[in-house]
């Protein structure tokens, strides 16, 4: 398997743009967690889903941000409109459910690197 | 709520020194606890993880030590080299839950 795959590698916009970042977790995975990563702030866990189903969306910080996960092999998150204080690297990953495999190890994706002018 | 914090925030060592990096949880309910290590401009890749039945775990240099009763764990490192600069990360994972918390990162530097 190729891992868990982001698109796109960096994203340049100007504030008030609708920016949309893609992910497809390894095959087979259950679970699939979208994160964003500052200097300030750490790792913050922002969504996840099971199953394509949004299980804990209470790290979105307001209601600019969206995610879907369609099907099995794809997911995105949306901000509109974006803010220059929106500027982060976005990791995407990926894990086995609880009778599928070990349960919680997370594959990261390579990250989007956002930047809001 | 869950809780994972990490100490130090940054570490430098000389070259052949040992580094550990401590870390602390709330949730008496985790079991399961992964260290993540993100050199600069990559994305966190796991290097070695201990669930709550053992409480030492070895991979060649690095090692990882978990006291359930006092909730924390440590991250050991050996015969430390220049190229395990980078920027580490302890979580904790629970069977109540099927994400992870993660602690605010270390930043090692290993000096030649």
């Known amino acids: 398997d190729a891992g868990v795959i982001q698109s796109p590698r960096h994203e340049v916009t100007e504030m008030g743009q609708e920016v949309t970042l893609r992910c497809k977790p390894i095959?087979?995975?259950?679970?699939l967690f979208w994160y964003r990563q500052t200097m300030m702030r750490g790792l913050e866990l922002l969504i996840y889903?099971?199953?394509?189903?949004?299980?804990?969306d209470s790290g979105m910080p307001e209601d600019r941000f969206s995610a879907k996960m369609p099907n099995a092999s794809f997911s995105t998150l949306k901000i509109q409109p974006s803010e220059p204080r929106d500027s982060a690297v976005y990791f995407c990953?990926?894990?086995?459910?609880?009778?599928?495999?070990?349960?919680?190890?997370?594959?990261f994706g390579a990250g989007t690197r956002l930047s809001v002018l | 709520g869950e809780n994972v914090e990490q100490h130090p925030s940054t570490l430098s060592v000389q070259e052949g020194d040992s580094a550990v990096i401590k870390c602390t949880y709330s949730?008496?309910?985790?079991?399961?606890f992964p260290w993540y290590k993100q050199e600069l401009g990559k994305r966190p890749q796991l290097i070695i993880d201990?669930?709550?039945?053992?409480g030492e775990k070895k991979d060649q240099r690095i090692a990882v030590t978990l006291n359930k009763t006092a909730k924390h764990f440590s991250l050991h490192i050996t015969e430390t080299q220049p190229e395990d600069s980078a920027v580490y990360f302890c979580?904790?994972?629970?069977?109540?839950?099927?994400?992870?918390?993660f602690g605010t990162g270390t930043r090692l530097q290993v000096f030649p």
């Open positions: 990953a990926s894990s086995f459910g609880r009778q599928r495999g070990p349960k919680n190890i997370q594959y």
């Open positions: 095959s087979g995975h259950d679970y």
């Open positions: 889903f099971n199953n394509n189903v949004p299980i804990d």
């Open positions: 949730d008496s309910a985790s079991n399961y």
């Open positions: 201990i669930r709550s039945n053992v």
């Open positions: 979580a904790g994972g629970g069977i109540n839950t099927d994400k992870l918390i």
